[in-house]
């Protein structure tokens, strides 16, 4: 079975850092790009950061360029996510997610983990 | 970065309707468009990619259609299960993925 497993969320300060991991299995995990995909509470879905399957491209929404970083390490079949100079705006739920058919390029996403908080407040 | 627009974002319904959400984006994503459903508390899950490919596994009065920057999900007849949220993605500038703003199908 395909499984993500999210996990490092917390409380922080703003400014403070903050490192998420996904763990996953089921899959040929250098196969596919993954992504991280956020949701603040009650609101809609936010895409991230992705990484391709070899981990040579990795790609920031606006919002986070600078501040976050996406890794991939293909031996232990683990995604991260590297953030820093947190800010009260990115308090949100924070999704793992596998590209559906391929390493790189447009691609959906076809499997999420549950998800790990992150809340950013003094 | 390609913006998406859904419509309605409440659409009351009951079992049985047929119902139909619309996605609308900026400019033409050449059917690079996904829809998901996500329920209170759940991950959201992948029902159709590439505008009108259903995903295994998930039932067939779920539908998609569309072409330039005009797309819709279509639920046949209603089922108590399908209540929840429904989000359209476009993935036809890589890297600048976005998502429409949801629908909450309601009783």
């Known amino acids: 079975e395909v499984q993500l497993l999210e996990s490092g969320g917390g409380l922080v300060h703003p400014g403070g850092s903050l490192r998420l991991s996904c763990a996953a299995s089921?899959?040929?995990?250098?196969?596919?790009?993954m992504n991280w995909v956020r949701q603040a509470p009650g609101k809609g879905l936010e895409w991230v950061s992705g990484v391709s399957g070899s981990g040579g491209n990795t790609h920031y929404a606006d919002s986070v360029k600078g501040r976050f970083t996406i890794s991939r390490d293909s031996s232990k079949s683990t995604l991260r996510l590297q953030m820093n100079s947190l800010r009260a705006e990115d308090t949100a739920l924070y999704f793992c997610?596998?590209?559906?058919?391929?390493?790189?390029?447009?691609?959906?996403?076809?499997?999420w983990g549950h998800g790990t908080m992150v809340t950013v407040s003094p | 970065d390609i913006q998406m627009t859904q419509s309605p974002s409440t659409l009351p319904a009951s079992v049985g309707d047929r119902v139909t959400i619309t996605c609308r984006a900026s400019q033409s994503i050449s059917s690079w468009l996904a829809w998901y459903q996500q329920k209170p508390g759940k991950a959201p899950k992948l029902l159709i990619f590439?505008?009108?490919r259903l995903e295994n596994g998930v039932p067939s009065r779920f539908s998609g259609s569309g072409s330039g920057a005009e797309y819709t999900l279509t639920i046949s007849s209603l089922q108590p299960d399908d209540f929840a949220t429904y989000y359209c993605?476009?993935?036809?500038?890589?890297?600048?993925?976005?998502f429409g703003q949801g629908t909450t199908v309601e009783i």
């Open positions: 590439k505008a009108s």
């Open positions: 997610v596998k590209a559906l058919e391929s390493a790189m390029g447009p691609d959906a996403f076809d499997v």
């Open positions: 089921g899959f040929t995990f250098r196969s596919f790009a």
């Open positions: 993605q476009q993935y036809n500038t890589y890297s600048r993925w976005t």
